[in-house]
Structure formats: C-alpha cells, structure tokens
C-alpha cells in the first residue's frame, strides 16, 4: 500500500524567484522600507526598538555567490534582517530524537521566519518574525505569545533557569510571561543576554536579588558606552562590547573581582562577542576571530565580514559570513559537519551551539523547503490481512532531488471504533529519510486510518494518510503426529501441531493450549505461544490415557479442539559395554569411544538398544564424551569433548545411557590412569667447537619432540661433573686439559617424564694457546734510565710472567716486574725484552721486543763544590763536593790560582802555597764513571790568600 503526499509548491511570488542552481539576491528589508520589527544593530551602535510587524511578510531572498548579505553585526538572541529556518549542524545523531530533552524545532509556516537564535548547554530558543518565541525543547513547543500590540525582540536562552525574553515594551520576562525587570525612568531595554541586560544609555543592569558580578565595571567609564552584551546563563559571567571598539570581560567570581579590558588590534575594532564555556570569542571589522585566552583562532576570507559569532569551548566555534556560509575551528570533521539542505538553498545568517560537539544551530534563509512522504505497509499481499498480523509502516521523507531529509516522524492511527493513539518513530532519521513503526494494538476488526506526520525545520511539515482494512484470525487445526503407544519414560510421544488454514499468525499475545487427561487432574497444563505441545512432559506411568487438547485465541473464528487415545507400556532394562581403555599416556587420549547398549525386554527377549542416548563423564559431573545418539545396531562412537588431555592422574569416570522409547538408563564405572607422556629426541645430542683449553664448546640438543618448554644441559670431564656447567656453551677449562668432555641434555614439559641424553666424547683436551701482541718499551735506552715494558692484552690473562733482559743478544737481566733500569754494563749497546706468560692447562709463551737503538751513556747530576778553611798561605782547605747522582767510581780536584792551574789531586784537602799568595783559589771535581760522561763541576773564588 502506498500513498505520496507532495508539498504545494512556494506560495508567495518573492518564493517563485528561487532557481534550483543559484541563490539569489537577500533584499535588505529595511532598504525596501519594509518596516519588520525586528531590532538590527550595526558596529557600536545598540539595537532600535522594534514595532508591531505588518501582514503578509514577504520570505527573504537567498543571495547569490557574488552578493553579500548585510554586513552588520548581530548579537546572539538579537534578530537579523534575513530570516528564515533554524536548521541544525555538526553531529545531529542526537537532533531528532523525540525523546531527547533537545527536541527538532518544526519549520515556520510560509511567510513567518526564525529571526534569531540563542543556546546555553542543551537549550534552544528561537525568536519568529512575528514577535513569538519557540522552545524546542519542552514537550509540546508552541510559541510563547506576547500581549497584544506587544511583540518579543531579544532571547536569551538560560540552562536551568528558563529563557529571558526583551518585549517590545521594554520590559524583561520569562518564558511563562512573568515579569523579571523594568527599565528604570528615562531608559529602555535594548539587548539581554543571561541574567544581564543592556539599557539604551549603554550601562548593562542585572535583576534585583540575582549577584551581579565587577559591579564596579557595570558602567563603563566617562564617555563611553555599552553596544552589545553576551553571558553565560546563570553563571554570572559577561562580556559587553564597548563604543570605543574594545570589549570588556568579567569571570564572574564576585561582585568586587575586577574586569578585563581587551583592545582590538592597531588599524580595526572589535564589532561582535560571544561568550564561550572557557573564554571569550571577538570579531573583528577586517574579520579576525580572536580569544580572550589564546589570541587568534580564525579569519574570515579576504572581503568577507563576519555577521554571527557562537563561542563554545576551549576556544572551538564557528561565524556566519555576509556571503552566507559558515565557518568553524577547532572541531573534528563531525562536529563540524554544515546544515544538510540543498545547495541552492545553504545560504545562513546567523549560528549557535554551546559545545565543541554535539549538534548546533543556524538560521537558514528563506521558507521552508517542501518534501516529499512516502508511507508503505508490509501487509501480506497474498491474503487478507489479519488482525494476527505485525504490520509496519515503512516512512520516506525525500527533497525534490531524492535527498534524504531529516527530521521527526509521528504516526496517529485511528482504530475501528473511532479511539486513536500515537507511535513514536523507531529511531530518529538521522540523515537517512527512513523510518520504520509498528501499528499498535490492533485487535479489532475493520479499518484502521494512519495519519504520519514528518516535521522538521527546514523542511515543511507534511501529512500523509492511509488506510488498512483487517479481517478476524484464520481458523486454527490442531494435528496429531507421532506414537500413541510408547514405553514409560520413553522421550518420543505424541505430539500436536497447531496452525491457521490460511498461514497468518496465530493470536500469539493472548492464545492458550490447554491439556487434560481424563482421570488425571495431575496431569493437566497450559501453555501459551507455542505451535508443538508433546506429552513427554507428562511423565506418564504405565497405563491407557484419553487426552484432550484444547486451543482458545482471539474468539470463536479461531477456537480448536483435538481428543486423543494413548497406551504407555513398561520400560525395558539395558545394559552397557564400553572399550573405553584403563590407561593411556599423556597427549594419546583417544578421539572417540565405541560404546554398545544392549536390552532385556518384557519376555526376557535380547537386543540391541537403538534409541537413546550416551554419554561419558568424571564422576564428579564434569563432562568427558559428548552425547551420541546409538545407532540402528546399538552402537555409538562417544566423541570426547575435553579441549585439552587430562593431565596425569587417576580419574574416576562414568558411562550413562539415558533410555529412550521406554528403555531404562544404565551406567558403567571405570577408573582411567593418564600416565605421564615421554620424549623422543633425534639424533643425539653432539659437541661442536675444538677441545682445547679455552675454547668455547656448543650442544647441539638434537631434535625432541614434542618441543620440551625447557632444556637443561650438565658437562662432564672424563665423566666427572663439571660444577657449574649448564648452559648450553661451555668454556673448557684448564682442569680438563688431557680428559675428553661429554654433554647430557634433559628436556623438560609439564605432563612429560623427565628424559636425557648423552653425546659421544670429544677428543682429548689439548692445552690452550695464549694470544699475545708483541711488547713495548716506553723510556729512554740510556744507561741509569728506567724502561717500562707495555706486554699488551693476553688472551687468556698468565698467571705468572717474566721479562728477560739482553744486550747485544747476551742476557743481562730477568724480572718479574716490568720496570728495568739501564745498567752501565748496556752502554753502547742495543737491548731487546722478552717476556714470557705461563698458565696451568696453556703452553707457556714467549714474545720479543724488537732491538732498541744503542744505548746511551749516562749523566751525572752534581751540586757545586765548596771551599772550607782559613784563606791564609800555609793553612789546609777542604772541599765539599756535595751530592753526585750516581756516585762517581774516581774524583779528582783541580786547584787554580786566579785562573792558572796549582795542583791536581784526588784528595779533597788542600795546603795552600806561597804561590797563591795575594791570589783568588778555585777548585774544580772531576767525576768519573763507567757508562757515565766525565762531569766537571767549579766551586767559586776564595777571598785573595793572605
């Protein structure tokens, strides 16, 4: 069934001047001397009052691409020259949610536009052309009447605290009407915005008893003057926009916390503001979008002006610019996602939101755009419909080029007998123009009349009706199959079907299958909804039974009655065989076990059971084997259902055969013993590496399987344990220099017994090899000078090492120490080192330095000698010579009169001559050694001998 209902096409002549691909002109409304009444602000000037709007509005006009929208400013919750319908943006997931506290608002009838638009939290409020004001949100969203010759001219919507509207009068009320503030004597009211208010002599007020916060900052300085408010709800904080082009902010922690004075850039002036959740959002003349906490967050096209500001959180938002579209930052692909409407229809001119996700709002230009509800039911086609049937309505909102349009969806279905009742959508279109409804409670005869409703702005709401004509329930049969005669307990019996003759669905909310057994009330039940009953779930004894069954759905055109004769004979007992084995090793638990029931029947008669089940467990209930059913022959393979083997132990089990066709269950105990698992390992381990000492050997463990989740390994010399050996390398050591070296490899796993196993001997253990530089000399070969030998790095470290020292190829010395002063004995000669490493197990070595240059002679150090005694010719003079490194083997002493030569001798005393008489001695030593230069050294001149 299918019924389309196409929206008339625009109704006013301004609307017939819509194109499908171009936007065209926005008239300016106050240009064209339409007197709107709707109060429009420009930069630094505070909005007019505005006056009753005349009949017959015309709707605005989209622009086109190369025309701009008025460029002037306007505040949230202040109306702006071009109207239209409020359409929501970013992640709508949420906008046509019935049940949600934010509900769609629906689009305004022709000639009526949404002239403004305010948020705070989840919070819409929507100012009309006409003066009225819309809340979404509440239940049932009429707009809010002014009194008559009044109209409404601001919002300002307040989480928590419901909405301020500014009436034409002057005056500030809630949404009920009430009044909240006056202006005083001599003012008027010309913005609102949360709990403040902007009068026409530029001071912002707040109501009587609510704590205004930087009451000092109220009143701006000499001079100056408000032009525009923004607040945050009940929050106590406010920003106002100066006539100076600067703006002032307050964080609304109390009355006497200072405000902030924020100046726009060199060259502009700030011309709209918006408070946000963390800070304040400004905008510039030139088009900048500046913030109060992180300075510049965005910037309008090059010739574009901003015309709305919505600041949300943590310096996300978005403006509307004078060429209709809307830009945003800050917000992830989603969140930002623009109005879905036509292209030729997305011209904007104001925004809102309060939060960086979730869904905001615009007000789209123009009148509503006409769609097209398609309703189909999934009645049966091939039969009467029933009032058994489950019918859905199946709703399609489409725009004149197939685009799905979003929106909510109502369905009023009016029964038979005049009474009426409303579906909610299945889920909110969500951008999809599909939704699905169940017709409700549908029992009576006759015909039921659907209207559905799609509303949703931007979209013209739209009506469509249908009709559904439902007949009463097909006639039910109940059907008899299976066994009248069984033995007891056997689990196939008699069963009935129920059906209707024509296949519709039975009554299932409120049919009834009554049983009863004739002599035995016991036995007597209902059921409801089911179209199988059985007798197994009677548990009838042995005997003969007349059994009645009865159905009672929705009247007597489906009523059905079915009597039946039953024999229950007595079971037969059964008997068990099992291959299941006593013992099996780990990881070979069998995949399945052959099982056979055998019975015994009334007559002692002998057979196999081929009905029933068996199964296998532990004895204390956990499953083992799954259930089979035995076959012709009595035979059933038991396919085990462990996801893992027992792990070693005993285990108790138990084999049960639950009867079937009268056949009495059976059992069978056994114990099972699951033995530890073994290894297997190929080849045996070997030894890789050279038997040497110091060499590094490797195991190669072979192959196990299965693969051991741990290898241990234990080192033998001449099958003597190494202590500490249990890695898998081994370092030989010293201690097995001449022994040949085995490796045993143990595998362990948990559920396995532990194994090992051994390589072959290696080769005898040769001594190892030291690797060793050649040695340095550091010093100078000079005799009484100290070389030092640098052996260099040794692998391994000797034990012990000694130097042997030669000159000319001749030893002349051997150390322990690598320290070695140059004999005289060396002199003129060349010497060479050699030093020689030893360690038990390793061939000793020895290394040679080669030959240094010849050996130079060595060099006296000697103070200056001293005279001492009376200067008098006939007394003796003794010389100090002082301290001479080494000490010479000969000294001589050389007397000089001023100059000439007086004595040569070797003692170091002296009797002065006659000679010397009137003359300056000096005495020079002479020092002498071998494999050392001469050294002479002079003492100074005596006082003249007298």
């Not at 009429?142 to 307040?158: L, N, R, S």
């Not at 030569?901 to 010397?916: G, H």
Request: charged letters at 20%.
């Amino acid at each position: 069934m299918r019924l389309i209902l196409l929206e008339r096409s625009m109704p006013t002549p301004v609307l017939r001047r819509y194109l499908p691909s171009a936007r065209r002109a926005c008239a300016s409304l106050i240009a064209s001397g339409l007197v709107l009444g709707l109060a429009t602000t420009t930069a630094g000037a505070a909005p007019a009052r505005a006056e009753s709007p005349p009949a017959g509005l015309p709707a605005a006009v989209v622009p086109t691409a190369t025309e701009s929208l008025d460029p002037a400013f306007v505040q949230e919750g202040m109306p702006s020259g071009h109207g239209g319908q409020v359409v929501a943006w970013g992640d709508r997931a949420g906008a046509y949610d019935p049940a949600s506290s934010q509900r769609v608002p629906a689009a305004f009838p022709d000639g009526v536009h949404a002239t403004a638009i305010s948020t705070d939290g989840s919070d819409l409020l929507i100012l009309r052309s006409d003066g009225r004001v819309v809340d979404p949100s509440l239940a049932d969203p009429q707009a809010a009447v002014p009194p008559d010759g009044m109209t409404y001219v601001a919002v300002a919507a307040m989480s928590n605290r419901g909405g301020r509207l500014l009436r034409s009068d002057g005056a500030v009320v809630s949404q009920d009407g009430q009044h909240v503030m006056e202006p005083p004597d001599g003012t008027t009211y010309t913005a609102i915005a949360g709990l403040y208010v902007l009068r026409s002599d530029g001071v912002l007020e707040a109501p009587a008893g609510d704590p205004a916060t930087c009451t000092d900052a109220l009143v701006p300085g000499p001079g100056l003057s408000y032009t525009a408010i923004s607040a945050r709800g009940s929050m106590y904080r406010w920003a106002a926009l100066r006539s100076d082009g600067a703006y002032v902010y307050c964080e609304g922690r109390g009355a006497e916390e200072a405000a902030k004075v924020i100046r726009p850039p060199s060259g502009t002036r700030f011309i709209g503001i918006d408070m946000g959740r963390s800070d304040v959002l400004a905008a510039t003349a030139d088009g900048r979008v500046l913030s109060s906490a992180s300075g510049r967050l965005a910037a309008a096209p090059p010739s574009r002006s901003i015309i709305s500001l919505t600041a949300m959180e943590d310096g996300q938002g978005a403006a509307a610019l004078d060429d209709g579209t809307i830009m945003s930052w800050g917000m992830d692909s989603e969140n930002s996602a623009l109005p879905g409407v036509p292209a030729d229809r997305a011209a904007f001119s104001a925004v809102g939101g309060d939060t960086g996700h979730g869904i905001h709002w615009a007000i789209m230009i123009g009148d509503a755009i006409p769609v097209e509800v398609v309703v189909d039911n999934d009645a049966p086609q091939d039969r009467v419909p029933r009032v058994t049937d489950t019918v859905r309505f199946d709703v399609t909102a489409t725009l004149a080029d197939g685009t799905p349009a979003d929106g909510t969806v109502t369905l009023n279905v009016q029964a038979p007998d005049g009474r009426t009742s409303e579906v909610a959508a299945a889920g909110a279109f969500g951008g999809t123009g599909e939704a699905v409804f169940a017709l409700p409670d549908h029992e009576q005869v006759g015909t039921y009349d659907v209207d559905v409703t799609f509303l949703g702005s931007p979209y013209v709401t739209t009506a469509v009706r249908t009709s559904l004509d439902l007949a009463e329930p097909s006639p039910v049969v109940i059907t008899a199959s299976g066994p009248t005669s069984w033995p007891a307990t056997s689990e196939d019996t008699l069963c009935f079907d129920l059906a209707t003759e024509d296949g519709s669905p039975r009554w299932s909310p409120h049919d009834d299958v009554a049983i009863t057994v004739d002599g035995h009330p016991e036995h007597d039940y209902a059921t409801s909804g089911v179209d199988r009953v059985c007798l197994d779930s009677l548990q009838l004894r042995q005997g003969s039974y007349t059994v009645h069954v009865r159905y009672e759905g929705w009247g007597a055109a489906d009523a059905a009655s079915l009597t039946a004769d039953v024999v229950v004979l007595r079971p037969w007992s059964t008997d068990i065989w099992s291959d299941l084995p006593t013992s099996w090793r780990y990881g070979q638990m069998p995949d399945s076990i052959r099982t056979a029931v055998s019975s015994i029947g009334p007559e002692s008669s002998t057979g196999p059971v081929p009905v029933g089940t068996v199964d296998i467990e532990h004895e204390n209930g956990t499953p083992f084997g799954s259930s089979m059913v035995l076959g012709e022959t009595g035979h059933a393979d038991i396919g085990i259902s462990h996801e893992e083997e027992l792990v070693p132990g005993e285990y108790p089990m138990m084999m049960r055969y639950r009867g079937g066709y009268g056949f009495f269950p059976t059992r069978l105990r056994r114990t099972v013993w699951v033995l530890p698992a073994v290894f297997t390992a190929t080849p045996d381990p070997t030894i890789t590496g050279t038997a040497k000492v110091g060499s590094k050997l490797t195991a190669d463990p072979g192959t196990w399987s299965p693969v051991p989740t741990k290898l241990w390994y234990a080192w033998y010399a001449d099958r003597k344990v190494v202590t500490g050996a249990t890695t898998r390398t081994f370092t030989v050591p010293a201690s097995a220099a001449g022994k040949t070296i085995t490796v045993r490899v143990g595998a362990f796993k948990e559920h396995y017994r532990r194994s090992s196993s051994s390589s072959a001997p290696t080769a005898v253990v040769a001594r190892g090899t030291f690797t060793a530089p050649r040695p340095t000399i550091t010093g100078t070969a000079k005799v009484g000078r100290t070389l030092t030998v640098n052996r260099g790095a040794w692998s391994p470290v000797p034990s012990s090492v000694k130097y042997v020292w030669k000159a000319n190829g001749t030893t002349i010395a051997t150390r322990t120490s690598n320290k070695f002063v140059v004999p005289p004995s060396a002199w003129n000669k060349r010497l060479t080192v050699t030093v020689t490493g030893s360690r038990a197990g390793y061939t000793t070595k020895s290394v040679a330095k080669e030959a240094t240059a010849k050996v130079a002679a060595g060099t006296f150090t000697a103070q200056r000698p001293t005279i001492t005694g009376t200067t008098r010719v006939g007394s003796t003079l003794t010389v100090g010579r002082g301290t001479w490194s080494p000490t010479p083997s000969s000294v001589t002493y050389l007397w000089r009169a001023d100059g000439v030569l007086l004595d040569l001798r070797t003692s170091n005393r002296f009797v002065i001559p006659s000679q010397a008489r009137g003359k300056r001695l000096t005495v020079t030593v002479v020092g002498s050694r071998t494999g050392y230069t001469t050294k002479s050294v002079a003492s100074y001149r005596t006082a003249a001998i007298r």
